[in-house]
């Protein structure tokens, strides 16, 4: 039959048409090709914010995930992966807020029904952009069963999981000191505060004795919070100190006296030893301000602006305040100086700016119960890590927990599911809306206004997802779930919660594996982000266009979403993180390149000749008449077939991609095809039997990428279907549901892989010498192998075709100790000397002389090299690219120098 196949990949004619030809199967639901006898196998998305647009991060991350459920899937599990998106409280709420502005509105002046309706309408409208994209990187999830964390079936988890923690006393309302985000005018939790080395200043104040016997000096970085000052504290054991405690200060300005307390908060070795106690605004003051009955004074509002408690600063920005009063500060004789330092500011995670710390009334779950149970799962054995470290982590936080606030001061979320009492002042929480108060009986109630932190609903995702509260066929069939894939930055927001609540409601863990891959970073290893510039759109890397990476444009024509995943496969090393710059997709471009025009020669020659289906490896092991090329690649397909399954069962991405790609590219392609075509030319059985080695292994080859590289290797997957005899797109025929292929023991031959591995070993001596002195292909070269015995003789000889096609010989002769003709070159490979005349080819003379210069320039440019690298400042200074780079050229330049110099002594 004639085939038509494209000289080269059309990614973008062929990814959206498999991808749709996978739907339309329904290739991704629950169960497609299980096989009976194998577990589930569920794996639960962590959902992307309903805001978001693919970034590289969550490229890495899916293609981790995908790679997984296919690999799963071709193993016959039930499997399930699991999709769905996050209603994203915080970030939903800033991005309707902003079109309100648009519009001349404020969020504040709009009625809270009419926002949320309105931030509804965008969810439908816009949100969700980041599932279709999902779906453009090959992600093959079931997306019948997608949810959304806001939706009526989630919504009713959450309360449900409110409910059951209030009443078992582990939910509480309390005043406590909260991380408050003027900008977003709401609490955060410990975990959404980024701790930021920042410069500032240590500023020293002084405080009069109230009775003007003398004064204080006290050192504060905040000097704008001195207006809420209720005491200065100094060390009990202080001696400078002592007779100080009791007494009084005067605050200056406000004129209010405050007491020296002694707590040991106050360190003696720093600064002065005294310290300022603002109540209001420090969580070490505040809890000082507990331990000694100390007032509060709110002197910064939930707006970042100066309250009436700064007098004549009232209604002023804080750090404006902080500068006027400085100034004044100054003037007054306060202000006895400055020290520059460095020290950690936290900073708000989701809007950028200096948290407040608040004294605020919020609701909090209580989670040391919780996170005694959860840290038990790794500590026993149940939860792994992978990479381990990961682990300690995970229960270091929980051995250090606090009691997490779960109150947002916003209006897009779940709304906490409780009513204050008009009559009474109790509270009423219920799982469904109360009519009367459940302690006085009043009608007068009233929810509260607040919503619940984002990742509440999100602790639920891997069970409220399949039905949880109701006991579903779906919980039972696929729960708990099996691998979990996510970052470390997420291991405390989400990981840990996930696992506390699952414990809680269901009594088991909601999962048993836990990968942490690593961050992708810039070439640098700066972490990618807008305002750096150095992020990577994944779409414009799969699609095309124009990438604008620290400060330079590159006109991307699109690599194909193969090419990015094998990209990122290839660079996921043990958790590690990646760092990456547009051209290094070019690597899994160049690679799906190679699958591509590799797999049109195959089939282009498969068409002309013929098979009745793919031969199966019992088809395979019944040919008569194969040699060792070919019992060799058979071999080797087992080996990576055993080498690709342990590398994924053990979440070591890098080794499974390069495993399939060594078989396909250095063994299948670069060795047997190319025997392969001298066999199609000698016809016969040699060529049958070629024909159906190639068909064989073809197919597994294609087994073992598809879960990385899905698309080209189901495209080339149908063709094979079209010239084997059968068609391509047959219902329920597709490479993702066939088989992952296993180690066949009757394939495997002892001793093939040594004996090729010889052979190989001749053949590249050969050719180096061809490379050395420059000889083009089409000039006749002749070698002697020289054995040490009449055996190795016999062997070498049975595989002479293979030794002249690979190695292009004109002539070859094989004898036991033969004598090294004149003018030849003699290269060693074990106990084979291999002799290669060159008298008559080239003039030798001539030669050497060439072959010295060259080895006496590539001593003085490894030398320079080796400098460089034993420069400690090079090394420190130089970009981390162009010292990777310099090191792989020495290593090149040392193996060139050493077959100069082997050649050289040959001559």
């Not at 682990?391 to 997490?404: A, F, I, P, S, T």
């Not at 050497?848 to 590539?858: E, F, G, M, N, V």
């Amino acid at each position: 039959m004639t085939l038509e196949l494209p000289k080269s990949y059309e990614a973008k004619t062929v990814e959206p048409e498999v991808y749709e030809r996978w739907e339309k199967g329904g290739c991704f639901k629950a169960g497609a090709g299980k096989r009976a006898g194998l577990p589930s196998y569920t794996i639960a998305i962590p959902p992307p914010n309903v805001t978001g647009v693919l970034h590289m991060g969550h490229a890495l991350n899916n293609t981790l995930q995908d790679t997984l459920i296919r690999w799963r899937r071709m193993q016959g599990h039930d499997t399930l992966w699991q999709p769905g998106t996050d209603h994203a409280g915080i970030a939903t709420e800033a991005v309707v807020a902003k079109l309100l502005e648009k519009e001349g509105k404020r969020k504040e002046s709009t009625p809270r029904d009419e926002f949320l309706a309105r931030v509804w309408a965008w969810k439908e409208q816009s949100g969700g952009q980041i599932v279709n994209q999902l779906r453009k990187l090959g992600s093959s999830c079931d997306w019948s069963r997608e949810r959304f964390t806001m939706d009526d079936g989630l919504s009713r988890a959450v309360r449900t999981m409110f409910v059951a923690l209030f009443e078992k006393g582990l939910i509480y309302r309390g005043t406590r000191m909260v991380n408050w985000s003027p900008v977003l005018k709401t609490a955060l939790s410990d975990d959404e505060v980024d701790m930021k080395d920042k410069p500032g200043f240590l500023w020293k104040l002084r405080y009069p004795l109230s009775d003007g016997s003398g004064h204080i000096d006290v050192e504060t970085t905040r000097p704008e919070t001195f207006f809420g000052d209720t005491a200065v504290a100094v060390n009990p054991a202080d001696p400078r100190y002592q007779a100080l405690i009791g007494r009084t200060v005067t605050l200056p300005i406000v004129g209010r006296l405050i007491p020296i307390v002694g707590d040991e908060h106050a360190d003696p070795e720093k600064g002065t030893g005294a310290v300022k106690i603002t109540p209001a605004h420090d969580p070490n003051d505040y809890e000082v301000g507990k331990r000694h009955g100390l007032p509060l004074v709110r002197v910064i509002g939930f707006d970042g602006t100066m309250t009436a408690e700064a007098t004549g600063y009232a209604g002023q920005d804080r750090f404006a305040c902080r500068k006027a009063l400085l100034i004044a500060f100054e003037h007054s004789g306060v202000l006895q100086g400055r020290t520059e330092i460095t020290h950690a500011v936290g900073h708000s995670e989701r809007s950028g700016e200096p948290i407040e710390p608040m004294v605020t009334e919020q609701w909090f779950v209580k989670m040391a119960p919780l996170a005694e149970r959860a840290v038990k799962e790794t500590r026993e054995g149940r939860l792994h890590f992978h990479p381990e470290r990961w682990g300690k982590v995970y229960e270091q936080w929980l051995d250090n927990v606090r009691d997490w606030c779960i109150s947002r001061q916003i209006w897009w979320g779940h709304r906490i599911p409780a009513w204050h009492c008009g009559t009474c002042a109790q509270v009423t929480v219920g799982l469904e809306d109360p009519t009367a108060c459940a302690h006085c009986g009043a009608a007068a109630l009233t929810q509260d206004p607040d919503v619940l932190d984002t990742w509440f609903s999100s602790a639920l995702w891997p069970y409220s997802t399949l039905g949880w509260p109701d006991r579903t066929p779906e919980l039972a069939r696929y729960f708990p779930t099996s691998t979990l894939v996510t970052d470390r930055g997420i291991i405390f927001f989400w990981v840990a919660r996930m696992v506390m609540t699952s414990l809680f409601t269901l009594g088991t863990r909601p999962f048993s594996d836990v990968y942490i891959h690593g961050t992708v970073n810039d070439e640098n290893g700066e972490k990618m982000s807008k305002a750096k510039g150095n992020g990577i759109n994944p779409i414009i890397m799969i699609e095309g266009g124009t990438q604008n990476y620290l400060g330079k444009d590159y006109q991307c024509a699109g690599y194909g979403a193969d090419a990015v995943r094998y990209t990122l496969l290839d660079m996921t090393t043990e958790g590690q993180d990646l760092k990456l710059s547009p051209v290094k997709f070019e690597t899994g471009r160049n690679f799906a390149n190679k699958v591509w025009n590799a797999g049109r020669f195959l089939l282009m020659n498969l068409a002309e000749r013929p098979l009745a289906g793919v031969p199966d490896a019992a088809a395979i092991a019944a040919l008569q008449g194969l040699g060792l090329p070919e019992r060799w690649i058979l071999d080797r397909l087992q080996g990576a077939v055993g080498e690709c399954t342990a590398a994924l069962a053990s979440f070591r991405y890098n080794d499974y991609a390069n495993t399939a790609y060594r078989f396909f590219r250095d063994e299948l392609c670069d060795w047997y095809l190319e025997w392969a075509k001298h066999q199609f030319k000698a016809g016969g059985v040699a060529a049958a039997n070629a024909t159906a080695v190639l068909a064989h292994c073809f197919d597994g080859v294609l087994r073992l990428l598809h879960p990385g590289m899905p698309f080209i290797t189901e495209h080339l997957w149908q063709t094979l279907q079209t010239v084997t005899g059968g068609a391509a797109w047959q219902p329920g025929r597709f490479l993702m549901l066939q088989p992952w292929p296993l180690p066949e023991a009757a394939l495997q031959v002892a001793g093939a892989a040594p004996a090729m591995a010889e052979l190989q070993a001749v053949v590249s001596a050969i050719r180096n010498v061809r490379n050395l002195v420059s000889l083009a292909d089409g000039v006749a070269l002749g070698a002697t192998i020289a054995t040490p015995g009449a055996a190795r003789a016999q062997a070498l000889e049975g595989e002479r075709a293979f030794l002249i096609d690979r190695a292009n010989l004109s002539d070859l002769a094989i004898a036991v100790g033969a004598a090294k003709p004149v003018g030849a070159v003699t290269t060693v490979v074990g106990e084979l000397k291999i002799h290669v005349p060159l008298a008559g080819v080239v003039d030798l003379a001539k030669l050497k002389d060439q072959l010295a210069k060259r080895s006496a320039a590539t001593e003085k440019s490894i030398a320079g090299k080796e400098g460089r690298l034993g420069n400690a400042d090079y090394i420190a200074r130089a970009p981390a690219q162009q010292v990777e780079e310099t090191r792989e050229l020495l290593a090149k330049e040392r193996v060139e120098l050493g077959n100069l110099r082997e050649t050289l002594a040959g001559l």
